[in-house]
Every structure is written in structure tokens, then in C-alpha cells.
């Protein structure tokens, strides 16, 4: 069922393009054959420190990249070396190139209008209600609602449970950091410990709900503050995955400078450097609550276009397709803007 081809749409030019799935053999055989036959090992593979170990293995295990190396990288990733901060030439080992900073502020233009939220990363994207997704069956192939919240937070779970979402899933190549969809103040952080599950979509269609069986992080914002976006309360979870070691917060007001941790009370710029994840695929997901965004049209309609190829869609028997956007484009507005 998920060993076919991955299409989404790429938002700039609204071509459908075809999704080079890193390891794919690997995660197949990992979510079938080892996971119904051998699940000691899969449980195993999917430990906190085995997918360290990989991303080490994978990430940090050399003296020196060769530019040959370096240049088929960048090629076969589709890099641009030009919006980088450092040169990707001089890096000495791949988690150089994937940790990478880039000019954000110049190649990653943000909508001035206050009331918009963008998009907390250079990923593909799905949007919906909880209502919607809940009502074709989608949501619980995802995550358990409660369990990705956290089961003992009752205050959040009732403030989001009829709300919008957005999932944002960002492959190996992407770049790294998350940056701020909103403006406003953190009212609660928290983590939540898991497994390291693989975000490819042949993990989400065979395994139920990995997205919130693995590590997460979980971050609050109120934006009806001053300078805030004004569109109530937002959730942030942001969801480690296979040979992510880590995920750290490292929100800076102007670029990349004096990187700061989380804490509550702390306001927070929108568009900005938050955290960082550890090199491999990993996932975003927004809660807002009931009747306060009003998604952009072309991510909702791009979601059900005929004619893509989409494991979700082959997986759920739905329409589900993603679009593929760059980190602070706008994902939509306020309502009440």
C-alpha cells in the first residue's frame, strides 16, 4: 500500500512535484515487516537511543567532507548555497549543512499585517478542523488529540478541542529551525516524553497516531496582548522524530543573536528563530481555537486537487494532499481581523 510515489504541491508555482523519501526502503521494511513480526526490535529502533546513535552515525561521524561530497549534497538536496549565513563549502561534517542558518530576514519574506500567522517552518503543510478531520476519519491516523496535548492537561484540551490545526512536516533536507507563527506571550510550556517514529508518510499510514507517541514539546501562546497577533490561543507542538537527537529552544528577538530558552511570561516576536531540531524529519502542529483563523484558500484547496498522488490519500481513502511552503508565508489570518 505505501511502497508508490509521494506527490505534493509546490506553493510558489503550483506544480505538483514528486517527494524524494530519504530511507524509504528502510522505513517500509521498518513499519511492516519488523513492526508486525519482530516487535521487540521495533520498539527497539525506535528508542530515544538508538536514534541518537543513527543521527550520530549519520551526522556527526566524519573528519572532513570532500567538496565533491559537499557539492552532491547540495545537489541532491536542492540546496542554495546563497542563503546561507556560513559557507556550506567549509563545513566539516553533515550536521554542519543541516543545521545551517540562512539570511531569513532576507530570503524568507514576511506578510507586515499583523493579524496573519505563517508558517513556523519550511515544510509541507496540511490545514484543517478537528471537526472535519474527526468527521473523514483522519485525526486519529494522526495523533490522539489528548495524548499529543498531554492527558493531564485539561485546561488546554478543552480550550483546542473543537478548534483549527495545521501539520506542517519537514523532511531531511529542510532547513532546521522553527521560527514563531504568532506574536504573543508564552503562557505554559511543557514536554512530553515519546519515541522517535519516523515522519515519513508510509510511518503515519501504517502506524496510528505516531505523531503523538513520540518526544514532544509544547509551547502556549496568548496573542491577545499588546503587539501580539490577536487571534486568542495558540498551541505549538513540535514533535521530534527517527535520528532527531534533540530539539532545542533557542528563540532570538533580532536574527540569530543571544539565543534565549523558553520560559513563561516571555513575549515573542512572530517569524522569529524559536528552537532548533537535531538533523532527520520531524513535525509542527498548530491548535487554535474555534472560529479564530481563516486558512489561506490555496492551502485548503490544494488538499483535495485530483489527480496527486498522495500516500495520505491512498492510506485514508481521502483526498489529503500537502503543499509545500517556505518558513513565515502566510498559513492565514484572523477572523475577526
Not at 493531564?152 to 529551525?177: C, M, V
Request: proline share 5%; aromatic share 12%; net charge negative.
Amino acid at each position: 500500500m505505501t511502497h508508490f510515489a509521494h506527490q505534493y504541491i509546490d506553493r510558489k508555482t503550483q506544480t505538483v512535484r514528486t517527494e524524494k523519501l530519504y530511507q524509504d526502503p528502510i522505513v517500509n521494511l521498518l513499519y511492516t515487516e519488523i513492526r508486525e513480526n519482530a516487535q521487540w526490535l521495533f520498539d527497539t529502533l525506535t528508542s530515544g537511543w538508538i536514534s541518537k546513535t543513527l543521527g550520530w552515525f549519520n551526522y556527526d561521524l566524519s573528519f572532513s567532507l570532500s567538496q565533491k561530497t559537499i557539492q552532491s549534497l547540495i545537489n541532491d538536496l536542492e540546496l542554495d548555497p546563497s542563503e546561507c549565513l556560513d559557507d556550506l563549502y567549509q563545513q566539516k561534517t553533515l550536521r554542519g549543512i543541516f543545521e545551517r542558518k540562512i539570511r531569513y530576514w532576507e530570503t524568507r519574506p514576511m506578510p507586515e499585517a499583523g493579524d496573519v500567522v505563517v508558517s513556523p517552518a519550511d515544510a509541507k503543510v496540511l490545514t484543517g478542523s478537528l471537526d472535519d478531520f474527526s468527521r473523514i476519519n483522519i485525526k486519529h491516523k494522526f495523533f490522539d488529540y489528548e495524548e499529543l496535548i498531554g492527558v493531564d492537561k485539561q485546561n488546554w484540551l478543552e480550550t483546542f478541542s473543537d478548534g483549527d490545526l495545521a501539520i506542517f512536516r519537514l523532511t531531511p533536507d529542510k532547513y532546521h529551525y522553527n521560527h514563531t507563527p504568532v506574536a504573543g506571550n508564552i503562557i505554559d510550556f511543557y514536554e512530553i516524553p515519546g519515541c522517535y517514529h519516523s515522519c515519513n508518510p508510509a510511518a503515519v499510514v501504517n502506524l496510528v497516531t505516531p505523531y503523538s507517541s513520540n518526544k514532544r514539546t509544547v509551547t502556549i501562546f496568548d496573542t491577545n496582548v499588546q503587539g501580539g497577533t490577536a487571534i486568542g490561543r495558540v498551541a505549538m507542538v513540535e514533535i521530534v522524530a527517527l535520528m532527531i537527537g534533540d530539539l532545542v529552544q533557542c528563540y532570538s528577538q533580532t536574527r540569530y543573536d543571544a539565543p534565549q530558552p523558553m520560559t513563561q511570561g516571555m513575549f515573542l516576536a512572530k517569524g522569529q528563530p524559536k528552537s532548533l531540531f537535531r538533523p532527520g524529519s520531524s513535525t509542527i502542529v498548530l491548535f487554535f481555537e474555534k472560529n479564530r483563523i481563516q486558512f489561506s484558500e490555496d492551502l485548503i484547496r490544494n488538499m483535495y486537487r485530483p489527480n496527486v498522488i498522495s500516500r495520505f490519500s491512498k492510506g485514508f481513502g481521502k483526498p489529503l494532499v500537502e503543499t509545500d511552503m517556505n518558513v513565515r508565508s502566510e498559513i492565514g489570518h484572523s477572523m475577526h481581523g
